[in-house]
T-cell receptor, first 110, second 117 residues
Framework: DAKTTQPTSMDCAEGRAANLPCNHS???????VYWYRQIHSQGPQYIIH???NNETNEMASLIITEDRKSSTLILPHATLRDTAVYYC???????????FGGGTRLMVKP | GAVVSQHPSWVICKSGTSVKIECRSL??????MFWYRQFPKKSLMLMAT?????????EQGVEKDKFLINHASLTLSTLTVTSAHPEDSSFYIC?????????????FGPGTRLTVT
């Protein structure tokens, strides 16, 4: 799995967009970028994933750079309930493991 | 959606006893289930991968005789912490991958907090 680098923590004002960056410069051509989040004392929750194209679902948008070396998860209108640790993971569909890095601790403030 | 449950959600046990944690996929069949442990303010660490009907694959440094994993069906995997010690106190989380999944989504359980006194 590709090694990913994320900022340790970020703050965001409630109602504003939260943009969480992730560097994955060693990602290989068949590895997807997955985003999960973990709210305190709960299991991680799947958010979104993508390979090359930008993706959007009911939770978030994922913007992947053309060279695929980095991506940004966008929560368009952050709420207090979005306060969590967000993990960016590079994973091969042929494999099984998810390797969790340190993640970004997002604090949404009123 | 896909729901994964864990039981118990928390448990306190005495040193030397064994504790069994169940992980169930409630509305889908899981080819593979994973067990993680997480220490306070730390990330998840993969302990082992289990496939239904076969032996689990343990990560380096994880004692297979101490952390017994059984994956008897496509909806149930169990983790037994044998002869528990205080250093085994942790948050244990399981996840499951859907049968014939076209993508790599894993669905996580809510976790089990184990405290060994």
């Amino acid at each position: 799995d590709a090694k990913t680098t994320q900022p340790t923590s970020m703050d965001c004002a409630e109602g504003r967009a939260a943009n969480l960056p992730c560097n994955h410069s060693t990602i290989s051509g068949n590895e997807y970028v997955y985003w999960y989040r973990q709210i305190h004392s709960q299991g991680p929750q799947y958010i979104i994933h993508g390979l090359k194209n930008n993706e959007t679902n009911e939770m978030a948008s994922l913007i992947i750079t053309e060279d695929r070396k980095s991506s940004t998860l966008i929560l368009p209108h952050a709420t207090l309930r979005d306060t969590a640790v967000y993990y960016c993971i590079g994973a091969n569909n042929a494999g099984n493991m998810l390797t969790f890095g340190g993640g970004t601790r997002l604090m949404v403030k009123p | 959606g896909a729901v994964v449950s864990q039981h118990p959600s928390w448990v306190i046990c005495k040193s030397g006893t064994s504790v069994k944690i169940e992980c169930r996929s409630l509305d889908f069949q899981a080819t593979t289930m994973f067990w993680y442990r997480q220490f306070p303010k730390k990330s998840l660490m993969l302990m082992a991968t289990s496939n239904e009907g076969s032996k689990a694959t343990y990560e380096q440094g994880v004692e297979k005789d101490k952390f017994l994993i059984n994956h008897a069906s496509l909806t149930l995997s169990t983790l037994t912490v044998t002869s528990a010690h205080p250093e085994d106190s942790s948050f244990y989380i399981c996840s499951a991958r859907k049968l014939a999944a076209s993508s790599y989504e894993q669905y996580f359980g809510p976790g089990t907090r184990l405290t060994v006194t």
